[in-house]
Nanobody, 115 residues
Framework: QGWLVESGGGLVQPGGSLRLSCTASGRISSIYYMRWYRQAPGNERAFVAGISMAGFTDYLDLVKGRFTISMDSANDTAYLQMNSLKSEDTAKYYC?????????WGQGTQVTVSP
């Protein structure tokens, strides 16, 4: 069994920054990808950013140039640095980890961008 530990959400003003982290814990091994998704009330969960163990990254067009995903592979931790935040970035952010045999989801961390 394994689980994901997320942190870093909170309330920030427009234009501000936050950094989310996601650590794969327990018996999670052979990680292929670590990804972030987000879901705002009334909307479907949407892909935000992803990184492979080889370091390849991918982003939702709306966040390109503002968000950066990175990985500390030694500690099975992914980070999402979010800059120039906008009100439309307000959502619950979920970490997703794909391994050779499983697909894990975190509990989510709330990001609220408001004056």
């Amino acid at each position: 069994q394994g689980w994901l530990v997320e942190s870093g959400g909170g309330l920030v003003q427009p234009g501000g920054s936050l950094r989310l982290s996601c650590t794969a814990s327990g018996r999670i091994s052979s990680i292929y990808y670590m990804r972030w998704y987000r879901q705002a009330p009334g909307n479907e969960r949407a892909f935000v950013a992803g990184i492979s163990m080889a370091g390849f990254t991918d982003y939702l067009d709306l966040v390109k140039g503002r968000f950066t995903i990175s990985m500390d592979s030694a500690n099975d931790t992914a980070y999402l640095q979010m800059n120039s935040l906008k009100s439309e970035d307000t959502a619950k952010y979920y970490c997703n980890v794909i391994t050779a045999s499983d697909n894990y989801w975190g509990q989510g961390t709330q990001v609220t961008v408001s004056p």
